[in-house]
């Protein structure tokens, strides 16, 4: 089972949380602040491996957590 670190409550099961997608960086080539903007909310890579994500803390505090997380195995690893 997956266990979140939140900042304020602790560690918390992923059931107290709705995922609020990758956190990517967009590519360089991207300048425009509105693209840029696009670019992160909707393209988002799925890689296979540690992926920055944002968690919504909606059974707890209410607050946004950002996550590093190993996709193929599920664990926070930061």
Known sequence: ???IPCPICGPRPVE?????GED???PAWVTDPDERDVHR???YSNPAGVETER???SGGCHRWCTIRRDT???RVVG
Not at 16 to 20: L, N
């Open 1 to 3: 089972m997956l266990t």
């Open 16 to 20: 107290e949380f709705r995922f609020g």
């Open 24 to 26: 990517p960086e967009p």
């Open 41 to 43: 909310i909707w393209f």
């Open 55 to 57: 968690w919504f803390h």
């Open 72 to 74: 193929t195995t599920d």
